[in-house]
């Protein structure tokens, strides 16, 4: 009959008038089935066997001893070579009763109509055809022994009564090693070795487990004792019921159970074997230290409740029915430990298949947590490289380019698709490099492992760039070269800032003009490329600029030195070499003329130049400068030799005051050498204590009182006789030494009053001379008051005396000094008192309380007569301006009469004490 399978028409009828078991499949599932069909199986309705397979409605083993779920697929597989295919098929009913049946498949369309003729198994026909079938069986039916000799599997048929075994097939004679007729005349029990109590329990297990097979152990004719599972079902024949047992050797399978036990056991990874209901069945060791559960903890739960972290176990039942449908799954998850602490976790579950069936799950966790932070911290290194500075291209072991990050490109122009799979070299012979630059980097990098330096390459743009390149290899545990790593830096940037390092490093910063480090290096080289020819080097110092400087501030001071070298260089030729030396101080070098003294023209140029003021913020400032000259080869043959000299002559110049131009000679050099070995002597004369301090007293010429005492230095040089203030003092002012020798002579002076007022002793004001050098110090005036303090003194202890330079200079800074210690009440005296409308004027500014007048106008060698008109003249105009007057210097009766009749209230003299130390001193002031 035609049975057509089509959405579109109603066969429910044609179906129905079918009386033979039918059942129709699609992809191997049952989607629709007879009522006959149904009754063969014993379902109470048809729609139960939908999406049932073959394998659900048999045992799990065919006769022939092939597993029912691979028989299926193999019957399957071979309908796909032809229309139809016949074949027997060994069924099971609801109540497990089992049946032997042909059956015919036949395609259509996507169909498959499979035709069940169970004659040989139904009940009812074995009644009524018993006698067919027995003879069937005694004279040798071809389709009986096809079903029953020539299955692999062997089958006995056993009298349940007598336990005899009343029929074997001949794969069950050669399993068990006997002859038909030997095994025929056996009892069951003389194969089966189980007790009866023995047997009754496993019957009881396979019915707890729903089994449809026993486990036993039967012994082989040898001897050999084996594990067999046995199928075994009911059979009438002539009203005689009989056993069918199908014996299966499970030996292996049971040797394979055991091999996979162990194999769990020693995995090194951890692993769960849960069953159908998702439970634990059993755990190995490393999944008790991975997840620090031990075995009974977990042991028929499951695991979603001790291992899943709350937010992930609906994900995890949606796994568990995944897997129940039969698919393998293979994912990373997040798991977490007894401690609460995440892991990150590689998850592999396989179903267990048996009898076609899933009967459980093998689940694999690999922590991969140390894995995940290496990934991490991969792509963390692939984000620091791509959004490197730097240029990074990694080159393969075949030396083509594999990746390049995006400074690279930046860089370069090339993006990743230019150039991947490029020879590297090919990069670097764009460059401008050589065959033999390219052999020494692969040299290099073969003996080192890496290369680094500096090479010039041209971009897409053919723009040439200069990088700074570092190579080196990435090697395998091996030891084998696996990759190469460019490092590249855009040098463009710093090239640009070495050449303006390049210029400020031979540059000044404020004139613009050659600094020091470069004018010697200059005229190093230059002598040295003109041996025989002559040169002149001038040193130029800008006189009065400190004062400038701190009077009118840095700003000033830097317009000035600017205006300088700019005025000079109006003078000079293209080939003369000028250069800022230092502060205010600058050297010239000259190629000298062989007919006339070049450096005696340029120099007067250099001074008229000078000769009109600065104008710098609509103020005038009037500039000169003392030039020092020496020559070459006459005076030094190297740079250094002619500034040293050349800045001698200039410090000459200085001094004299009268000539702005000095020429280096050799008793120059002489007189800085002393010069020199003052300065030296006198730092060494203060530790030894060479100083000594003498007090010559001032006294009341009319009433012959001691009113004050002037403080007089002596140096006792071991080495040489004692030397007065005078011929040590100027060259302490030029060197600076003379700040650290007036502190000494203000130190002693204190420590001598206040020895004097601790024992009782009311001592006279005391003075000191103060030079200009310390008056310039802006510090010098808080210095003083601070040393009174300590020293426990009162302003009018000490007198300070100043030169006549400093109030004919009149410098504001000098001035702010000198009215800053007349405000604390520090009392000062002039020495070398003149007279002046102006100098009197800015005397009175300055509160100077007294002055010294010098004894020269009582030199009676001079003309006397003039000389006392004009001291009468001094004194009185003194005491118009209320100064104290001291006249200093008288040595004789004669002297001291003319200061007398003068009216002069103050003399200081040898006539009248000469200089005395401090102790005789105290003795003074006692009597």
Known sequence: MKFILNKNREYNSEFKLIRTPMIVTKNRLIKRANNQAKELFGFAKKNTLTDMKLYHLSPEVQLDGTYTYEKEIQMYEELDEVDQLNSFWFFRDHLGEGFIATIQLKKYHHHIIITINDSIDEDTQIETNIENIQHLYNNGSTLFRKIYDHINSAILVIDPITSDIVEANGTAVEFYGYSKDELLTLKISDINIYSQEKIFNEMRNAVNEDRNFFLLKHKKANGIIIDVEVYSFPIKINQKNLLVSVIHDVSVKNELQTRFKEMVKSSPTAIAILDEDITVVDVNEQFM?????KRVDVLGKNLKNYIVPEGCKDESSKKGDTLMDGFVINEEVVRKRKDGKLLDIELVAIPILYNGKITGIVVKYIDITE?????KQLELYKKVFEYSNEGIVIINDELKVEWINKAYTDMSGFQLGDIKGVEAKSILENSITSNDFLCNLRDCLLKTGTWSGEIYTRNKDQKLKPLALNVFTIEDDFNRVTNYVAILKDLSEIKIYDEKLKVLTEKDI????YNRKFFINKVNTLLEQNRNEHFSLLFLDIDEFKRINDSQGHYIGDKILINFSSRIKRTLGENDLFA????????????????YNRYSL???KILDSLYSPFKIDNKQYYVSTSIGVSKYPTNGTHAEELIRNSEIAMETAKESQENLIQVYSHGMKEHVDDALYIVNKMRQAISL???NLFFQPIYDLKTNELVSAETLVQWRDKQSPPSQPGSFVSVAEQTGEVHRFGDWVLQRVCQTITHLKKDGIVPVPVSINVSVKQLENTFFADSFKSTLERYDLIPTDIEIVISEHVVITKQDDLDKTIKKLSKMGVPIIVNDFKLGYNWLKHLDKLKVKGVRINHKFLDITDDLSKNVDLLRTVLHIANVFDLRVV??????EDELAIVKALNCQYGQGTILHP???AEKFKKILTH
């Open 887 to 892: 006249i200093e210097g008288i040595k004789t």
């Open 689 to 691: 204590g060479e100083f």
């Open 915 to 917: 200089p005395v130390a």
């Open 510 to 513: 404020v004139t613009s003009l």
């Open 580 to 595: 800022r030396y230092g502060g205010d101080r600058f050297v010239l070098l000259l190629k000298e003329c062989s007919l």
């Open 289 to 293: 230290n991975l997840f620090q559960y």
């Open 602 to 604: 340029v120099a007067k």
């Open 371 to 375: 894995k995940k932070k290496y990934i």
